[in-house]
């Protein structure tokens, strides 16, 4: 899935399939490269989550769940990794508490269950944390 559309996308399974067979020969740097930005991205999320990093949030119990959800993850690290860490962590609580509020809306609840290969679903869940996180931080 490059340039970040989902125009072209084929669902979790071809696109990782379709990377690896891209990257099969990758170098060194460019491997020390996607490490940094993976431990970056995993260090903004982990700055507004905390133990609650990936995890589904309940409206009704008002906290969230014990388990890692893989969706949770995918935008939380995506949407997150545009954002600069000083940016973040001066935003973190309103970071925190609109994702919270974002799972009052059964739409949006929803399209974090659905399979990785609905192409709405994701394109849902990443519209509603994208516009969550500019209306905080700006474009």
Do not use: W
């Amino acid at each position: 899935m490059k340039n970040n559309s989902f125009d072209n996308y084929k669902g979790l399974t071809t696109e990782l399939t379709n990377y690896m067979r891209e990257n099969e020969n990758i170098d060194e740097g460019t491997i020390n490269n996607l490490n940094v930005i993976f431990n970056e991205s995993f260090n903004k999320v982990y700055s507004v989550f905390s133990t609650n990093i990936f995890k589904f949030f309940d409206p009704i119990e008002k906290k969230f769940n014990n388990t890692i959800n893989r969706s949770v993850m995918d935008i939380q690290m995506c949407v997150l990794s545009k954002y600069s860490i000083d940016k973040i962590k001066r935003n973190k609580n309103k970071i925190l508490e609109d994702f919270k509020r974002a799972f009052s809306t059964e739409e949006f609840r929803e399209s974090l269950k659905i399979h990785t290969n609905n192409i709405e679903a994701i394109r849902k869940r990443f519209s509603v944390m994208d516009n969550l996180l500019e209306k905080i931080m700006g474009k």
